[in-house]
């Protein structure tokens, strides 16, 4: 911008070190408060804005969908007990069209255009990655809910963290000896060919190795393949368990032909519900399921001792005993992932609270409180159950829920505790650079 | 598995993806052959017939072989009523020009699906099969439902054939592609003509679209790879040419489904791709095409 009219200039006569500040002031609240008018008075008044990256579109539709349902409760019930240091919090939704080019995109203009306090909600793995590059160059607080160990990896950066859901590796190594010693010892794994899966890929067979059990083989399918039987072959016979675990609009296809191929004569199945979520495990073609194994993050099902805080999430997100949507029992929620939308935002707010975080200025304030968190007590805020974080690579560790399918429904069989899943930490965010 | 069940099973797959292949290239290489319209939108075209057989199907209930059978009438019905509509308001007014029409189809793509995503929504919705019969081998069971599709794409080829050679509207189908102007001085009616082979192109793709919908879900980006697949396959068995297509689509939906299985998938496409490739450098006009006059 050149001062062409010399408005700057204070050398020029006329024109005064008040009315320069005045000047100066004026244009800086107009730059950094769109919506001006509303809030010029204090900035303290104006919403949080928390830009939601969310799947609308793409492979990873059916979880954006109730992510954003998911969060609007956790929203309303924030804002309703009177929003985050007083301020009441404003979601903006972009769509990324489940896309890690879009993703980064997305980063880029929640910072730019709509200059959102944080970046909130991403799940498939390779959107996180291929975003997160553009949350560490706009210096702005990302935090995922995508259940996949990049981000505990500390092979992103200082800005991005994971505190509301646990990651695959300690979810695997918590639940190994009990695949180990309830379903069998060789295992064949079915996993999607991308980020999400290489987690699965790389960190089950150390883990099953552990506990005297071995991957005898790894199947990598396209996360857009719609036709699956052409995979099965490679599934050796002498396979005791089948550990699957698929994404994508086909994941019902997926499980029937497995269904189809295999008959009542199966091996054991273990499968992270990823492999059926949102899908109504009662569709036709999915007997033959009767009796296998899931892992959930946090139960679709109501089950009987369901804590008054579960009740309550459950309640607020709209989702019936069956973890369908109420009054559409054919709309089938995501609900062993999307409890982590309604946990960080928490999260959220208590670090933004510790920081006392007043706007985009106290950004890395609020990336030190978050690292300052150690554990979450079970209770509304965190209906899933008690979770400790570790600051060092900004991820969260809680319990994990092995369900078995009963009559039609997914009954929690096994609840794993925080120590089994917890690992050595394999580098530390808190050493780079704000 | 051993190598003759694994052979078995790979060959069954593939004569699935080339069954309903088969359908959509025909509708596409007929839509080229008679109108000389490059139709960028046909998986979409596709996609409605597999949408619109989740709503005819959601909408009837009662057994799933009666909303399937609904479908299977309808669906291609109001598919082709789109494409008709379509074809008056865009191509006609394009005077059929061939680089115009292929920029006009790519919008209709866009419109299409962006109007299926707005409508039907991002999610992939399942179709139940009008019968779930398990076919049991002694190494793998297999889905009676996928082989019937191989049965009902077969009849449906011959129908089509039929057409082309028993009928007079097929006779008139073929004056058409192989001279239009001299046909219209016959006194056909060309445009009229024109309309009604857009309308069947479109009606062969929802057709297969509702066959496979059962085993594969309805979903509003699923247009993309039937398209790619087509125009491989009308490259190869020539452009226009009925027989060829089929002998194409067989081709590839074998050697896609013997490749993917006992290779990757990824090579399967190489292949397909790389044939596409060869076609194209040593016979242009493709294996049953006759060289342009």
Not at chain 2, 49 to 63: D, K, P, Q, R, Y
Not at chain 2, 240 to 261: E, F, P, Q
Not at chain 2, 282 to 290: A, E, N, S, W, Y
């Amino acid at each position: 911008m050149t001062d062409k009219n010399g408005f700057f200039d204070l050398s020029k006569t006329g024109f005064t070190r008040r009315a320069a500040l005045k000047g100066l002031a004026a244009g800086a609240g107009l730059a950094m408060a769109p919506g001006f008018v509303r809030y010029s008075q204090a900035q303290s008044s104006a919403p949080i804005k928390i830009g939601f990256q969310s799947h609308r579109t793409g492979i990873g539709a059916a979880y954006g969908r109730w992510y954003e349902k998911t969060t609007a409760a956790a929203i309303k019930a924030i804002n309703a007990a009177g929003g985050i240091n007083g301020r009441q919090v404003e979601v903006i939704i972009e769509d990324d069209g489940t896309d890690p080019g879009r993703g980064a995109e997305v980063v880029g203009k929640f910072a730019t255009q709509h200059k959102t306090d944080i970046v909130f909600g991403t799940l498939f793995s390779h959107v996180v990655i291929g975003s997160a590059p553009a949350a560490g160059e706009n210096k702005m607080p990302y935090f995922v809910v995508s259940e996949g160990h990049h981000v505990a990896s500390t092979k992103l950066n200082r800005y991005v963290f994971q505190p509301g859901i646990t990651d695959v590796k300690s979810q695997i190594q918590s639940m190994a000896p009990w695949i180990a010693a309830n379903a069998g010892k060789k295992v064949t794994q079915i996993f999607p060919d991308f980020a999400f899966g290489y987690d699965h890929r790389d960190y089950l067979p150390p883990a099953l190795k552990a506990q005297g059990a071995d991957v005898i083989a790894q199947i990598a399918i396209p996360p857009t393949e719609s036709s699956f039987t052409k995979y099965f072959p490679q599934i050796p016979a002498e396979t005791e368990v089948i550990y699957h675990v698929m994404v994508g609009p086909a994941v019902l296809t997926f499980v029937k032909e497995l269904g189809e191929f295999y008959g009542s004569n199966r091996p054991q199945l273990f499968g992270f519900i990823d492999s059926l979520e949102a899908v109504d495990i009662n569709s036709p073609g999915l007997e033959f399921l009767d009796g296998s194994h899931f892992w959930e993050g946090s139960p679709r099902y109501a089950q009987p001792d369901d804590t008054e805080a579960q009740k309550a999430y459950r309640a607020a997100v709209g989702i019936d005993d069956n973890g369908a949507a109420v009054g559409d029992p054919k709309d089938v929620s995501t609900a062993a992932h999307m409890f982590g939308c309604w946990e960080t935002l928490y999260v959220v707010k208590k670090a933004m609270e510790d920081a006392g975080y007043k706007g985009p200025e106290d950004r890395a304030k609020l990336v030190e409180a978050t690292e300052a968190l150690k554990e979450f007590a079970e209770g509304p805020e965190h209906p899933q159950g008690p979770k400790t974080f570790n600051g060092k690579i900004h991820q969260c560790f809680g319990i994990q829920n092995i369900s078995k399918v009963e009559g039609g429904k997914l009954k929690v069989v096994h609840k794993t505790k925080i120590e089994d899943g917890l690992y050595e930490p394999e580098g530390d965010y808190t050493t780079q650079a704000l | 598995m051993h190598f003759g069940p694994h052979l078995l099973l790979a060959t069954l797959e593939g004569l699935v993806t080339s069954a309903v292949l088969a359908l959509t290239a025909l509708g596409l290489s007929l839509v080229f052959g008679v109108m000389r319209v490059v139709n960028v939108a046909h998986g979409e075209f596709f996609m409605l017939g597999a949408v619109l057989a989740w709503a005819i199907t959601s909408a009837i209930g009662g057994h799933p072989a009666l909303g399937f059978l609904a479908a299977l009438v309808i669906a291609p019905l109001i598919v082709g009523a789109i494409a008709l509509v379509a074809e008056r308001l865009v191509l006609r007014r394009l005077d059929y020009n061939p680089e115009a029409t292929i920029v006009a189809t790519i919008g209709m793509l866009y419109i299409i699906q962006q109007l299926a995503l707005t409508f039907y929504g991002p999610e992939a919705r399942p179709v139940e099969p009008p019968f779930s019969y398990r076919i049991v081998l002694p190494w793998f069971g297999y889905s009676g439902y996928k082989l019937s599709i191989i049965a009902a794409s077969a009849l449906l080829l011959i129908a089509t054939w039929l057409v082309l050679t028993r009928t007079r509207i097929g006779l008139i189908m073929r004056a058409t592609q192989y001279d239009s102007e001299t046909t219209q001085a016959f006194g056909i009616p060309v445009g009229r003509v024109y309309g009604g082979v857009f309308a069947l192109g479109a009606m062969l793709a929802a057709i297969a679209a509702v066959l496979i919908v059962p085993i594969s879900q309805a979903h509003y980006l699923m247009g993309q790879d039937p398209l790619l697949l087509s125009f491989i396959v009308i490259i190869i068995g020539g452009l226009g040419s009925l027989r060829g297509t089929v002998v194409a689509a067989v081709l590839i939906g074998l050697s896609d489904g013997i490749v993917s299985m006992f290779f990757s998938p990824t090579l399967a496409k190489i292949i397909a791709t790389l044939l596409v490739a060869m076609v194209l450098v040593f016979r242009p006009q493709g294996l049953f095409g006759t060289a342009s006059r």
